[in-house]
């Protein structure tokens, strides 16, 4: 960490660290078009990435499996590791950093201390509250009281991932922890929810990317969310989608539509009630996402995911589409329509006719009489 008012830009860290001009430029530009600014505002966010000193951040760790650090250092926009690594000035974190101790705990004390406002607050995991929050202490402090304690003089938090934002695994029935997302513990900052198991590196990188670039919080939806990387579904989006219009349908994991590739909705895919970017940016290196891995979406960035029902149970509120049909079958529909409506019209006729009958001979016999 440099002295207070000097630290470097990105562009100077990455030039450091032998990152070309080129390179620099093809980032800017990828996570421009990630954060959806039109080809004119690529210029600012190579001025910012230029002239504006890294975002210090402190990076906390609560109840989590560590796998959205996983996600963000592999990054895949271009040369992962040096970019996503130097965009910020990662001062502390608890998996991360190389210092342990009193050290450590002094880094956090004086980015508190001389950057009041100035520094995010990423939180990756949740805190427990049952019992005192005992379940989770760092440094003998509870991660309740460090949490609430670094908060007090961020600029804003980052819940990184689900546990962070919605509780996850750790806050699911029956919840023997008392496990909490920072939205519930902290109330006097805005809080940018950024969930999934793990989230998506480039949504990470992105949301950084926004705060540094334009010197405010993105625009969130009603659960915090950044609409730029959560205002779809994954459903709106999925490849797969053009077999769910036409009703085609995987049934079972080995039959002839899983191996066309059809549509997993039958098979508990929650890809239309998920908001998020897999189907965007997809994984590793854009290679692939579950869905393209022939696995339905288990609805990971949604609330309460782990008690949403069983993975494999298929949702009840989505309708289905018509089904699709040949040009034989959509004959053959005719056809039986066609059918239908000729036996009507003969039974209406058929009624008219016995009546007519009834009527001829009603007034025969009352001209007999």
Same mark, same amino acid.
């Given at each position: 960490m440099?002295?207070?008012?000097?630290?470097?830009?990105? &562009?100077?860290?990455?030039?450091?660290h032998?990152?070309?001009?080129?390179?620099?430029?093809?980032?800017?530009?990828?996570?421009?078009?990630?954060?959806?600014?039109? +080809? /004119?505002?690529v210029?600012?966010?190579?001025?910012?990435?230029?002239?504006?000193?890294?975002?210090?951040? %402190?990076?906390?760790?609560?109840?989590?499996?560590?796998?959205?650090? $996983?996600?963000?250092?592999?990054?895949?926009?271009?040369?992962? =590791?040096?970019?996503?690594?130097?965009?910020?000035?990662?001062? @502390? #974190? #608890?998996?991360?950093?190389?210092?342990?101790?009193?050290?450590? $705990?002094? %880094?956090?004390?004086?980015?508190?201390?001389? &950057?009041?406002?100035?520094?995010?607050?990423?939180?990756?995991?949740?805190?427990?509250t049952?019992?005192?929050?005992? @379940?989770?202490?760092?440094?003998?402090?509870?991660?309740?009281?460090?949490?609430?304690?670094? +908060?007090?003089g961020?600029? +804003?938090?980052?819940?990184?991932?689900?546990?962070?934002?919605?509780?996850?695994?750790?806050?699911?029935?029956?919840?023997?922890?008392?496990?909490?997302?920072?939205?519930?513990?902290?109330?006097?900052?805005?809080?940018?929810?950024?969930?999934?198991c793990?989230?998506?590196?480039?949504?990470?990188?992105?949301?950084?990317? @926004?705060i540094?670039?334009?010197?405010?919080?993105?625009?969130?939806?009603?659960?915090?969310?950044p609409?730029m !990387?959560?205002?779809?579904?994954?459903?709106?989006?999925? @490849?797969?989608?053009? !077999?769910? #219009?036409?009703?085609q349908f995987?049934?079972?994991?080995? #039959? $002839?539509?899983?191996?066309?590739?059809?549509?997993l909705?039958?098979?508990?895919?929650?890809?239309?009630?998920?908001?998020?970017?897999? /189907?965007?940016?997809?994984?590793?290196?854009?290679?692939?996402?579950? %869905?393209?891995?022939?696995?339905?979406?288990?609805?990971?960035?949604?609330?309460?995911?782990?008690?949403?029902?069983?993975? &494999?149970?298929?949702l009840?509120?989505?309708?289905?589409p018509?089904?699709?049909?040949?040009?034989d079958?959509?004959?053959?529909?005719?056809?039986? =329509?066609a059918?239908?409506?000729?036996?009507a019209? !003969?039974?209406? !006729?058929?009624?008219?006719? %016995?009546?007519?009958?009834?009527?001829?001979r009603?007034?025969?016999?009352?001209? $007999?009489?």
């Amino acid at each position: 960490m440099g002295e207070k008012g000097k630290w470097p830009t990105t &562009y100077e860290v990455l030039s450091s660290h032998g990152v070309s001009r080129r390179d620099f430029l093809r980032f800017c530009t990828v996570t421009a078009a990630a954060l959806g600014l039109p +080809a /004119s505002q690529v210029a600012r966010v190579v001025e910012a990435l230029e002239t504006k000193p890294r975002l210090p951040v %402190i990076w906390l760790h609560g109840l989590e499996c560590t796998c959205c650090s $996983e996600s963000f250092i592999r990054s895949s926009h271009p040369i992962a =590791a040096d970019i996503v690594l130097n965009m910020i000035s990662l001062d @502390y #974190d #608890d998996t991360l950093q190389a210092a342990a101790g009193h050290q450590v $705990e002094e %880094i956090r004390e004086r980015i508190m201390r001389e &950057y009041p406002g100035r520094y995010v607050l990423a939180v990756e995991g949740n805190a427990p509250t049952k019992d005192g929050g005992i @379940y989770c202490t760092v440094a003998g402090k509870t991660f309740l009281e460090i949490l609430q304690e670094t +908060a007090k003089g961020a600029m +804003a938090v980052i819940a990184w991932g689900s546990c962070a934002s919605n509780g996850c695994v750790q806050a699911a029935k029956p919840n023997p922890t008392g496990a909490k997302p920072v939205h519930e513990l902290i109330k006097d900052k805005p809080v940018i929810n950024v969930p999934g198991c793990p989230p998506i590196a480039e949504v990470m990188t992105g949301v950084l990317t @926004y705060i540094l670039t334009f010197d405010r919080l993105p625009e969130l939806d009603r659960f915090g969310r950044p609409k730029m !990387f959560y205002g779809q579904r994954i459903h709106d989006k999925c @490849y797969r989608r053009a !077999f769910f #219009d036409a009703g085609q349908f995987v049934e079972s994991w080995d #039959d $002839e539509g899983a191996r066309k590739g059809w549509c997993l909705y039958k098979m508990g895919c929650r890809g239309p009630m998920t908001y998020n970017s897999c /189907s965007t940016f997809k994984w590793n290196n854009g290679v692939s996402f579950p %869905i393209g891995s022939g696995h339905g979406c288990i609805g990971c960035s949604e609330a309460n995911f782990w008690d949403n029902g069983p993975f &494999y149970e298929r949702l009840t509120a989505v309708p289905l589409p018509g089904v699709e049909a040949t040009a034989d079958e959509i004959g053959k529909t005719v056809a039986v =329509a066609a059918g239908v409506g000729v036996a009507a019209h !003969f039974a209406s !006729f058929a009624v008219k006719r %016995i009546a007519q009958i009834r009527k001829e001979r009603a007034q025969a016999a009352s001209k $007999e009489e």
